[in-house]
């Protein structure tokens, strides 16, 4: 091979994104890399292909893996890929979200996942996002990637972010199913419920349980899970050694167990229901945010604000006019 | 005194705003903070008072104090207020700001300063302020405080915020001069760095310097000074002991050399439509955001919602579909 390992894909003619949700959809890599590339810029063509997507009704089961940086979530993920496929998940996606890079496609987190395991099983597709531009950011997004893969035929869409801010947080319990990873050690159980994790996690995984500390950590995640108010799904506890694989067919079990926990009684689409009125909520604001800058860029804004600075308008008075000039009489 | 130590005030017999400030700018206390509740409530009333003070054109000069609960900057208000006094400022206003706080009118921060030194100083008006239903919030409603005050005849008043959020600061370094409060102590200035302080401080106060750490984090301090991008004011960096009032003469020193040098070249100018830029661009968010929520608790945000949910349309196209019908075709 000339092109230095890269897999020989033949060129997509198109950007249109119908054509490229069908070219992926039928197995075609470039065709969606080329997609979810359009979502992360933010552009028309990545809307109208996440609309498409979003209006097929398929959506991928997911699950969303968030930790402090260092406890092991990638190569966690690399293990519950594997795990997947040998039980007989027929594709895995993997969105690695990192909203602190600006680098994206494939050059980081997503990189050390594929190099491991994966590289040679087509059941497999692994991508990096970054945040790029899209207006709203990662947290608007990744929702709309998973929605693409969903289309494209991947029953399963792993969400990995890379630590615990707010927005990693935000986008991994975007997700069916949240697992958070902690490490033995005293007081990262504490850090976890600290960073709001608590109450977002379904599952814990306490990963490098072969070290010291191992009881304590579990002790102190079944301590506080004790204190918080009783719903009808208390999240487990399970341990692991992602670098050997130990413990991981027990998470994939405790996945799998949410997951009828979550296809019971309707709670899914309630789940769901909830994620999509925030999402309309973050976009929404985003798009304000894009409009005030829009407004005040403008000639009726600058003259104003040009009154205001002459102390002949108070900036509310600035504000109102702008207002009724956009909103008509109605403001 | 029969009512237990409030001075005995004249009761003022109108709410109207025009009338207030008149009686507000003669020394009516009562007036003062009737229109500074009407500000901080957000009403019409408050929105009026504060447009008539920013049209007299009389500004009053700020200064910000900020910085970690703890840092001592109550203890070091009051101690510039007894300097600025001396220094022959004939009102001293002080708007103690806590975004976390329902509570306002005095109760909290501003009683522990008022007990301590000002009771009975005419030529000191000390007011709480906390999130009462601004439309946008604190960092809306203290400039307009601000403007009451300054047309009511204060030429300086003293903005101190509680904590370190975005809000504090934000409200902080709405002044012409912000002064960032931090104690002696391993890694406290790298905290003021992280929670962003460095860049808008124009001059560092280490408070308790009397305690051990203090060389330590005036050598932090500077050299984190060291590592930004020169400009025309390197903050000083001012040793205070606020309990015994060491170095408060030195701190208020440097708030009138800052002032000047403000002065000089159209400076203070520059930040103060800089100012109003950011306010103007604040409250018209507030505005929009107060619109479309408007919208969304309506039956046609409703119906848009539930498009989404039957995956009729995806959530963007709904938001696409709510904006247009609050802009109309800007959209």
């Known amino acids: 091979m000339i092109s230095g390992g890269e897999p020989s894909t033949p060129p997509v003619p198109t950007k249109n994104p119908a054509d490229l949700l069908d070219a992926a959809g039928g197995g075609d890599r470039v065709a969606l890399a080329r997609l979810l590339s359009q979502v992360e810029r933010g552009g028309q063509a ?8 979003y209006r097929t009704g398929v959506e991928a089961d997911t699950v969303g893996i968030t930790g402090a940086p260092g406890a092991g979530k990638s190569t966690l993920t690399a293990r519950l890929i594997a795990t997947a496929r040998r039980a007989g998940v027929s594709q895995v996606g993997v969105l690695a979200v990192d909203p602190s890079s600006p680098f994206s496609g494939g050059a980081i987190l997503g990189d050390r996942v594929r190099m491991q395991d994966h590289a040679l099983d087509p059941g497999v597709f692994i991508r990096s996002m970054a945040s790029r531009g899209h207006l709203g950011g990662l947290a608007a997004a990744v929702p709309e990637a998973v929605r693409i893969m969903g289309a494209a035929g991947f029953p399963l869409v792993l969400v990995e972010t890379v630590g615990v801010g707010q927005v990693e947080v935000e986008v991994a319990t975007a997700t069916d199913t949240t697992v958070v990873v902690v490490n033995p050690g005293w007081g990262d159980a504490i850090q976890a419920n600290k960073a709001g994790l608590l109450e977002t996690a379904d599952i814990f995984v306490i990963n490098k349980a072969d070290r010291p500390g191992t009881r304590e950590a579990r002790r102190d995640l079944e301590q506080m899970l004790d204190l918080t108010t009783p719903g009808d799904w208390r999240p487990p506890v399970v341990e692991t050694v992602a670098s050997d694989g130990s413990g991981v067919d027990r998470l994939w079990e405790q996945i799998t167990h949410h ?11 309630r789940r769901r229901k ?3 009125d925030r999402e309309i909520a973050q976009l929404l604001a985003a798009r304000i945010d894009y409009e005030v800058k829009r407004l005040l860029a403008g000639e009726a804004a600058g003259a104003l604000t040009d009154r205001v600075v002459a102390h002949e308008l108070d900036p509310y008075e600035a504000v109102q006019a ?9 403001a």
Chains 1, 2 share one sequence.
Not at 46 to 53: E, L, N, S, V
Not at 259 to 269: I, N, V
Not at 322 to 330: A, C, D, I, R, Y
């Open 259 to 269: 997951k009828s926990h979550l296809l019971a009684d309707g709670r899914l689409e």
């Open 322 to 330: 702008m207002m009724t000039t956009v909103l008509g009489e109605s």
């Open 274 to 276: 909830v994620r999509l």
């Open 46 to 53: 990545g809307h109208r292909a996440a609309a498409q997507a």
